[in-house]
């Protein structure tokens, strides 16, 4: 049972470049979530999803795009990085219930763009 | 406006201590929930605790507890008898309704120092 794995951990790109950032969760979460971490903050909601094939905007969804294609996988893609979107990315899984069911975070990726 | 609001950026306890991490959000809405995380120098997310809005009882987790006062909408972590493990950020959350479900929002956390 591995939880929550994201792909990949450090990732260095140039202005203007593309990527996606997988995140894949193994325990039947219907809710999944990215989040962006930036020096000395909290977590900012980009987008989230409460189902296979939907997805919801949050706090600071733009230059962002994400899929949900398969129910265990949630995929961030930038499409032309900026180095504002220099962060530490975190996904998250939950269950669906209106109350309680804590999040089950992922590692996080380091994206650092130059 | 900000959603949730931690009003101290940085606290210092001695160890075995009780410390008080303040949180305060906004919300309109009359179901939600209250969360808080640990985030340690290693850089991962703890769960620690959990308040629905229509518990009656404050919740408590070991030598954690949540101090919920709903009609000031606050909802400040209490840690009791603090340790030299307790060193890191700590996260109040919430979770309410949204237009494509429900949505989770983090506050900017409050760095907790535990002096020996």
């Known amino acids: 049972n591995a939880g929550v794995t994201q792909t990949p951990k450090f990732r260095v790109l140039k202005t203007g470049q593309s990527m996606t950032l997988l995140c894949a969760q193994d325990?039947?979460?219907?809710?999944m979530y990215w989040y962006r971490q930036d020096p000395g903050m909290g977590l900012r909601l980009i987008h989230y999803s409460v189902g296979e094939g939907t997805t919801a905007k949050g706090e600071v969804p733009d230059g962002y795009n994400v899929s949900r294609l398969k129910k265990q996988n949630f995929l961030l893609g930038l499409e032309s990085a900026a180095p504002s979107q220099t962060s530490v990315y975190f996904c998250?899984?939950?269950?669906?219930?209106?109350?309680?069911?804590?999040?089950?975070f992922g590692p996080g990726t380091r994206l650092t763009v130059t | 406006a900000q959603k949730i609001t931690q009003t101290q950026p940085g606290m210092f306890v001695q160890e075995k201590e009780a410390v008080t991490l303040d949180c305060t959000y906004d919300t309109s809405d009359p179901s939600y929930g209250l969360f808080w995380y640990k985030q340690p120098s290693s850089g991962e997310m703890i769960f620690l605790i959990y308040?629905?809005?229509?518990?009656?009882q404050n919740a408590t987790e070991g030598r954690y507890s949540l101090n919920f006062q709903k009609a000031r909408k606050s909802a400040n972590l209490v840690i009791s008898a603090s340790q030299l493990g307790d060193s890191a950020m700590y996260f109040c959350?919430?979770?309410?309704?949204?237009?494509?479900?429900?949505?989770?929002?983090f506050g900017a956390g409050t760095r907790l120092f535990v002096k020996a």
């Open positions: 325990m039947n979460h219907e809710y």
């Open positions: 998250a899984s939950s269950y669906s219930r209106a109350g309680g069911y804590e999040q089950y």
């Open positions: 308040q629905g809005s229509y518990d009656q």
């Open positions: 959350a919430m979770r309410e309704p949204d237009t494509g479900g429900f949505k989770t929002i």
